[in-house]
């Protein structure tokens, strides 16, 4: 009588259709992963802003409030690099990376508005763009009296990061007596000053960043 047993060969033969199989299952388990991934768009891409595209509400803000258009596209380039989306982790929000309750409020203040704007607001950048501007317009205000167009613009960029009082205490507490230190100086010395005095490492670094910008533009 014949064993019902299978052989050892056919055993094998089982084993290696069985790994086959699982091979397969898993190649096309790959195959079909891939192509779901292929479709998605990848979360850090690299997208081109075009700083052209917001050209003449620059120039519109700039006549406006009476800014510098070249600093306002230049900090917009430092700030977000023409991203309208861009958000910092501190809420920060679009082309001018301004805060709806800090720099937001006062931009409305300088505007005669009450309150301040919404996030929703600072997403658009046309209100971004006035907004920054009048913001600005406002450091440039608490900064009156800054003789040297090269000087104010140095010292709006400091401002803009860590405000105007901020700026004007490293030269000393009493604001006349401070702005007319800062009058004394060439811009190159208040670059230095500020470099060498200012409590915020940030400030310079900032200065800096923006500068080089606005001489490229």
């Known amino acids: 009588m014949l064993s019902q047993r299978p052989t050892e060969t056919t055993a094998r033969s089982t084993m290696k259709l069985t790994l086959l199989a699982k091979s397969r299952l898993i190649m096309i388990s790959l195959v079909l992963l891939l192509a779901g991934c292929a479709g998605e768009k990848p979360r850090n891409s690299s997208y081109h802003y075009e700083p052209r595209s917001y050209q003449s509400t620059i120039e519109e803000a700039a006549a406006q409030y009476g800014v510098d258009k070249k600093l306002i596209t230049a900090m917009i380039q430092v700030e977000s690099s023409f991203n309208p989306g861009a958000v910092s982790k501190s809420n920060a929000i679009g082309l001018m990376q301004l805060k709806a309750h800090t720099a937001g409020c006062d931009a409305y203040r300088f505007k005669g508005k009450r ?31 800054i003789y040297n167009p090269v000087t104010l613009r140095y010292a709006t960029e400091v401002a803009y990061v860590n405000g105007a009082g901020a700026l004007l205490r490293t030269f000393s507490s009493d604001r006349q007596k401070a702005v007319s230190m800062i009058n004394n100086l060439s811009p190159e010395a208040f670059n230095w000053h500020v470099r060498q005095h200012h409590p915020s490492p940030q400030a310079p670094r900032y200065m800096a960043k923006v500068e080089a910008a606005y001489n490229q533009l």
């Open 115 to 145: 309150g301040c704007p919404d996030d929703d607001d600072l997403r658009d950048p046309q209100i971004n763009i006035d907004l920054g501007t009048a913001y600005l317009a406002s450091l440039q205000r608490q900064l009156s009296g």
